[in-house]
């Protein structure tokens, strides 16, 4: 029997917390091991747990959910720890933020019951959380508002293909998905996929979106 997914709970307030807890639970494959109130506690929490997926609150007194994201997501002894950006918003300017700092990708907190026991499976599994439609919004918004130009010279290393597949990544297409989408095997696609995380020196699926709106190759409005 697969051991359950052992989450982390990050959140200012108590009542979010525990419901989520409650929500979680109710799922015997899910277990929570830890809860924390603030950014400094949930890196101390998560050091100490080692969980399979932090839900982190992104707006909290104190040090930020972001810095938590960023700390937890470059220490080499929590590289397991998969982190989600909690937000109220779909169009919270953070979550670009969240993404480059580390976060898997963002979850709603008024996400139905079974989206959110589903998201932490899947997050847990290693696979990025990131909704077309959110995704484009966020880093529409984020990319819009930068300020200078992009730089294209990061993609240089990649094959016309490989270019191919980012762009579809970008705008939060699964990997069946684009192996439709570009006449692939699913497989093939999985192969692109790990090309682009080892060439681009990418986290994870969640920070490739970030590379292609970044270097320019996917655009706001796309």
Same mark, same amino acid.
């Given at each position: 029997?697969?051991?359950?997914?052992? =989450?982390?709970?990050?959140?200012?307030?108590?009542? =979010?917390? #525990?419901?989520?807890?409650?929500?979680?639970?109710?799922d015997t494959? %899910?277990?929570?091991? +830890?809860?924390? #109130?603030?950014?400094?506690?949930?890196?101390?929490?998560?050091?100490?747990?080692?969980?399979?997926?932090?839900? !982190?609150?992104?707006? !909290?007194?104190?040090?930020?959910?972001?810095?938590?994201?960023?700390?937890?997501?470059?220490?080499?002894? !929590?590289?397991?720890? &998969?982190?989600?950006?909690?937000?109220?918003?779909?169009?919270?300017?953070?979550?670009?933020?969240?993404?480059?700092?580390?976060?898997?990708?963002?979850? *709603?907190?008024?996400?139905?019951?079974?989206?959110? &026991?589903? $998201?932490?499976?899947?997050? $847990?599994?290693?696979?990025?959380?990131?909704?077309?439609?959110?995704?484009?919004?966020? !880093?529409?918004?984020?990319?819009?508002?930068?300020?200078? +130009?992009?730089?294209?010279?990061?993609?240089?290393?990649?094959?016309?293909?490989?270019?191919?597949?980012l762009a579809?990544?970008?705008?939060?297409?699964?990997?069946?998905?684009?192996? /439709?989408?570009l006449h692939?095997?699913?497989?093939?696609?999985?192969?692109?996929?790990?090309? *682009?995380?080892?060439? %681009? +020196?990418?986290?994870?699926?969640?920070?490739?979106?970030?590379?292609?709106?970044?270097? /320019?190759?996917?655009?706001? +409005? &796309?």
């Amino acid at each position: 029997m697969n051991a359950a997914v052992r =989450v982390l709970i990050v959140d200012d307030q108590e009542l =979010v917390r #525990a419901g989520l807890r409650a929500l979680l639970e109710r799922d015997t494959g %899910l277990t929570v091991v +830890g809860e924390a #109130a603030d950014g400094a506690a949930a890196v101390a929490v998560a050091a100490a747990e080692r969980p399979d997926v932090v839900l !982190m609150d992104l707006h !909290m007194p104190g040090a930020s959910g972001i810095d938590a994201i960023r700390r937890i997501t470059a220490d080499p002894d !929590m590289a397991a720890v &998969r982190v989600v950006a909690l937000t109220t918003y779909g169009t919270d300017e953070h979550l670009f933020a969240a993404i480059r700092a580390g976060a898997a990708g963002f979850l *709603l907190k008024d996400s139905r019951p079974d989206d959110l &026991r589903g $998201a932490v499976r899947l997050v $847990a599994a290693g696979e990025a959380l990131l909704s077309p439609a959110v995704t484009r919004r966020v !880093m529409d918004a984020a990319v819009g508002a930068a300020p200078g +130009g992009v730089d294209t010279n990061r993609l240089a290393v990649l094959s016309d293909r490989e270019r191919d597949v980012l762009a579809e990544i970008a705008v939060g297409l699964s990997n069946l998905e684009i192996a /439709g989408k570009l006449h692939l095997s699913h497989a093939t696609v999985r192969t692109y996929v790990s090309r *682009l995380l080892t060439k %681009l +020196g990418a986290r994870d699926r969640a920070q490739l979106v970030v590379v292609a709106y970044e270097t /320019g190759l996917v655009r706001p +409005g &796309r």
